[in-house]
């Protein structure tokens, strides 16, 4: 998959899950934060591809994937076992 792809896929997925993904240019790399009730991914634009995924892939790592349904190209990304192997 397309690195693009699965930026576009990990953006989706967090506005499922009520995440709002800011993208902007400031000093710095960004990353996942609360403010009172709402998270967000606060993300550099500037970044490499690689380097916004692996923002997401870090941020995600406090939630309990158990009750979420996870697209299939994601698994992979978050280290997720997949069950029906």
Do not use: W
């Not at 990353?31 to 009730?37: E, H, I, Q, T, V």
Request: a positive charge.
């Amino acid at each position: 998959m397309k690195k693009t792809n699965i930026l576009l896929c990990l953006e989706k997925f967090c506005h499922n899950l009520s995440i709002v993904v800011k993208y902007d240019k400031f000093f710095g790399r960004g990353g996942f934060c609360r403010l009172r009730d709402q998270s967000y991914f606060i993300i550099n634009e500037r970044l490499s591809n690689d380097a916004k995924e692996q923002l997401f892939v870090d941020g995600l790592k406090a939630y309990d994937f158990a009750a979420i349904e996870i697209p299939l190209q994601l698994k992979d990304i978050l280290n997720i076992p997949d069950e029906k192997q």
